[in-house]
């Protein structure tokens, strides 16, 4: 979510855009946005895929992951690790990440340099090598990754079980990221070389660049480097119906490594492309007012009364498909997990028969704003954003006039939404526990 202000000296009326982005389509099928920002001689070029770990096949978690990290092994005109260190040698910086829901590739560089790192992204994109002697060893940085994230960690762990027992392990929104480890071990060439095949073709794919480039320079080095990788069939998403009731209702974890326990408690959710869309602005709203630190419901009710040492909610709309409304408590030593969970179903059950008050409603609408002005300011936060939503089937509406449709939020419609979503039944529960607990 972003803010009601543009990074600048100036603050901008709530029913302007925020970025002002400009959006055209090549004749293959690539969708190009700039975001022009004067304020630095620097860009930052984002190539979005429609495409993220939703999209791994059946017992193949964690493809699209993997082939995210052979996107760096090489191209024809690009030998294996040379595009990172010739990024960094101009004195920019490069990365990539996968979600649930889309596969990016970005460089930050100085404007100058926008040519450079456009050639070299439009090579892979076009013609990706992932020469089959390295797959091995990326394999195993994987595997570590996986191993230092999450099973090094007995929250980690707990979270992702979580996340498997609201959704089921071979759902799309139950596999991790990362992969399970049986399945990244099973990963073949063929299974990147396919999926690279069917998703990052120019018609799946969105590219964002801000800073300081103009419309016509971008239109000519987009058409000159991206124009020239060919269209291609391709495939969009095609995922199977989410579930609507949780896997499990509840799920216990005992752990001897875990330092203190936390209670976790989700429920499945419409988001902006999903469900009751008109659910999912109040939505945020709600996580906000219930879990935002001190003056949220969950503070006043579970921390400031000794119960907990922390707690909170949290809920995402801008998702492809369903999604998860989470509230979750860290209780204080030596309190016993029946009553926090008591006293946080509790809270939620005067909220759902009560509604929320106006003055929370204002409060939060008036924080949600005020907050995204750090977000703002950083360079990466329009292509982010604007790459975020397009890739999902979502209009830059979405982003651009955020603050106008955040200040429309409504009392009732944040009512509405609780009851629609956190009033049901179908949640899932889970606890982990010291093993002493």
Request: hydrophobic content about 45%.
């Amino acid at each position: 979510p972003v803010g009601a202000f543009v990074p600048g000296p100036r603050r901008e009326r709530a029913d302007r855009p925020l970025f002002g982005a400009k959006q055209w389509q090549l004749p293959n099928g690539l969708r190009v946005v700039l975001a022009e920002n004067r304020r630095a001689p620097v860009v930052a070029q984002y190539l979005f895929y429609a495409a993220g770990g939703a999209e791994d096949p059946a017992g193949r978690s964690g493809v699209a992951h993997f082939l995210e990290h052979m996107m760096f092994k090489g191209s024809p005109n690009v030998a294996s690790g040379e595009f990172s260190r010739r990024v960094a040698r101009e004195g920019g910086n490069d990365n990539a990440f996968t979600s649930r829901d889309v596969t990016a590739y970005f460089q930050q560089v100085e404007a100058s340099r926008l040519p450079l790192v456009m050639q070299m992204e439009a090579d892979r994109f076009g013609a990706a090598l992932f020469p089959a002697d390295q797959l091995e060893s990326e394999r195993n940085v994987i595997l570590e990754e996986r191993r230092q994230r999450t099973d090094s960690s007995a929250r980690s762990r707990f979270q992702e079980a979580f996340r498997a027992a609201l959704w089921g392990p071979q759902t799309w929104p139950g596999r991790p990221i990362i992969g399970w480890e049986a399945e990244i071990r099973a990963i073949t060439r063929d299974d990147l070389v396919g999926f690279y095949d069917r998703f990052y073709a120019p018609h799946n794919a969105t590219l964002v660049v801000s800073g300081a480039v103009d419309e016509a320079t971008l239109r000519a080095l987009a058409e000159e480097h991206y124009g020239r990788v060919p269209a291609r069939p391709g495939a969009a998403r095609d995922r199977a119906r989410a579930p609507s009731v949780p896997h499990e209702p509840r799920l216990v974890t005992r752990e001897p490594t875990a330092r203190e326990a936390l209670l976790i408690r989700a429920w499945i959710a419409p988001s902006l492309t999903a469900g009751e869309a008109r659910h999912a602005l109040p939505l945020e709203v709600l996580a906000h007012l219930l879990g935002s630190g001190q003056g949220s419901r969950l503070h006043a009710a579970l921390v400031e009364t000794g119960l907990a040492v922390s707690a909170g909610a949290s809920y995402d709309g801008e998702a492809a498909g369903a999604t998860e409304f989470t509230v979750y408590a860290v209780p204080r030593r030596g309190v016993e997990p029946d009553r926090l969970e008591a006293a946080l179903q509790a809270t939620i059950a005067t909220l759902l028969q009560d509604g929320p008050t106006e003055a929370e409603v204002a409060r939060s609408r008036r924080q949600l704003s005020s907050g995204a002005l750090l977000a703002l300011d950083g360079f990466g936060a329009a292509p982010r954003m604007l790459g975020g939503v397009l890739a999902i089937g979502l209009s830059a509406d979405v982003v651009e006039f955020w603050p106008a449709r955040l200040r429309a939020v409504t009392q009732a419609q944040v009512t509405e939404a609780a009851r629609a979503v956190l009033g049901t039944a179908t949640a899932t529960t889970g606890w982990l526990l010291p093993e002493a607990a």
